[in-house]
């Protein structure tokens, strides 16, 4: 499966943005999805992940609260909707697809399709 991640920018404190992941040439709902980050200099980061059919999500103890994952079988469409950004969001914003154990739904190694990167920018 390919995906294709868009939607992020330039915002200010509070602001908000939902970043989509298109996938294509592939099964989207067999794979569980999930959201990563990296900031520079910094390694890659969990954020949110979803199961294959909704319903289940994880979030990274940062983004609880503020962030929600969800996703569109039909239209092979995942989202992150980021609500009261702050500057430390700061980074480039992957999609991935995989099907990782419970225990792995947070590494990066529990996904084996990843988007190109989306530049999400919080200015303070």
């Given at each position: 499966?390919?995906l294709?991640?868009?939607?992020?920018g330039?915002?200010?404190?509070?602001d908000?943005?939902r970043?989509?992941c298109?996938?294509?040439?592939g099964?989207?709902?067999?794979y569980?999805?999930?959201?990563?980050?990296?900031a520079?200099?910094?390694?890659?980061?969990?954020?949110?992940a979803i199961?294959?059919?909704?319903g289940?999500?994880?979030?990274?103890?940062?983004?609880?609260?503020?962030?929600?994952?969800?996703?569109d079988?039909?239209?092979k469409?995942?989202?992150?909707?980021?609500?009261?950004l702050?500057p430390?969001d700061?980074?480039?914003?992957?999609?991935?697809a995989?099907?990782p154990?419970l225990?792995?739904?947070?590494?990066?190694?529990g996904y084996?399709?990843?988007?190109q990167?989306?530049?999400?920018?919080?200015?303070?």
């Amino acid at each position: 499966v390919q995906l294709q991640a868009s939607g992020g920018g330039l915002v200010q404190t509070g602001d908000s943005l939902r970043l989509s992941c298109a996938a294509s040439r592939g099964s989207f709902s067999a794979y569980g999805m999930g959201w990563f980050r990296q900031a520079p200099g910094k390694e890659r980061e969990f954020v949110a992940a979803i199961r294959r059919y909704g319903g289940t999500t994880s979030y990274a103890d940062s983004v609880k609260g503020r962030f929600t994952i969800s996703r569109d079988n039909a239209k092979k469409t995942g989202y992150l909707q980021m609500n009261n950004l702050k500057p430390d969001d700061t980074a480039v914003y992957y999609c991935a697809a995989g099907t990782p154990i419970l225990s792995e739904i947070a590494a990066t190694r529990g996904y084996h399709y990843w988007g190109q990167g989306t530049q999400v920018t919080v200015s303070s």
